[in-house]
């Protein structure tokens, strides 16, 4: 498989910012055609591209191995499983599902079809968690005690879009997000207790959550509000070895959006430190390095995963752990009680 032709179905944000640009910046893949109702819109940033209504004439047309599911998450499990039972690879935008019998039928899919699940948990190749992996893996914060992790946003205007509408809100939006990132860290949590909330006015869905997921001997706290007019601060962790306090959020979204493409020397680029506390010296602050955000990580590492000549980058397993953590929090938030997993 010299060149792999791609499929994209939809070409919302995820489509124009995170799919579009890397699969024609990335050696090995060819975009080949685009699902979407508005060919002009598609034709204005891709002219000359195949253009077409549905699935089903997506699966129709030639040379397409590998198919991007950027449709609307309810959406999600039957594109994926189409796709799957075409012959074709397929690349699901997070959250893979919006429950967790529907991620399993794309799993059991992909089995039986033999085909490569996987899906894009981008945020592992954020610049501020690219830092954070490596002063682990340096020792730098000792045994982590308290892991908190925040994904706030001004934004206090109810837009009539689907994904403020739906069940779950932004638990299933950004929850996806904060609780990938928090297993590839630690795992597996013993349980999660998740508080739901719709703070602003005219809402229809959860705006906020507050997640705390237990551990043996670490406490991880996932958060997110709409109405935050502070919403600087991303990371704040604790350790036996000190403590690293991050704020600023990758940037390669608005960088994206505002005209930069991969391969840009700055894409990426994160122009805030992180602040490092030692436990030696709590009165010392010193400025951590950053590590530049780059997500052709994924897609490259896709393309060898495709060749098979390395593993699938976020395996469908991983992202069925992510689905039982966000189901069990839903649980949680409608009981009241802390849901054991």
């Not at 685009?34 to 002219?47: C, F, G, I, N």
């Not at 690349?91 to 967790?100: D, G, I, Q, S």
Request: hydrophobic share 40%; with cysteine.
């Amino acid at each position: 498989m010299t060149r792999i032709g791609v499929g994209l179905i939809g070409y919302g944000l995820s489509g124009r910012v995170f799919h579009a640009p890397f699969v024609q910046a990335t050696d090995g893949l060819d975009l080949r055609a685009v699902v979407s109702s508005r060919p002009d819109t598609v034709r204005e940033s891709l002219p000359g591209m195949v253009v077409v209504p549905t699935l089903e004439a997506l699966l129709d047309e030639p040379g397409i191995d590998l198919v991007i599911v950027a449709s609307p998450d309810d959406l999600h499990a039957d594109h994926a499983i189409a796709a799957l039972e075409a012959g074709k690879h397929v690349l699901v935008e997070k959250p893979v599902a919006t429950t967790l019998a529907d991620a399993r039928r794309i799993a059991d899919a992909a089995k039986r079809t033999n085909r490569i699940a996987t899906v894009f948990q981008n945020r592992r190749w954020d610049a501020d968690f690219l830092t954070l992996r490596r002063i682990i893996a340096e020792g730098l914060l000792g045994e982590i005690v308290q892991f908190e992790s925040y994904f706030d946003r001004w934004k206090p205007e109810v837009r009539a879009r689907w994904k403020d509408e739906r069940d779950g809100g932004s638990w299933l939006d950004l929850g996806p997000h904060l609780v990938d990132q928090a297993l590839c860290l630690f795992g597996m949590p013993q349980a999660i207790t998740l508080d739901l909330a719709t703070l602003r006015s005219g809402g229809t869905a959860p705006d906020w959550f507050h997640a705390v997921l237990r551990y043996e001997q670490l406490r991880v706290v996932l958060h997110s509000s709409k109405l935050s007019a502070d919403d600087g601060l991303r990371f704040a962790i604790h350790g036996t070895g000190g403590s690293w306090i991050k704020h600023g959020l990758d940037l390669q979204e608005p960088q994206i959006l505002a005209g930069a493409r991969p391969g840009d020397p700055e894409l990426g680029v994160d122009p805030v430190p992180g602040i490092y506390t030692p436990s030696s010296d709590i009165h010392s602050h010193g400025e951590v390095p950053n590590e530049c955000g780059d997500y052709s990580l994924f897609w490259d590492a896709l393309v060898l995963a495709l060749r098979g000549e390395r593993v699938n980058p976020v395996p469908i397993t991983e992202a069925l752990d992510t689905m039982q953590v966000l189901d069990a929090g839903l649980e949680s938030a409608q009981t009241g009680k802390t849901v054991r997993l």
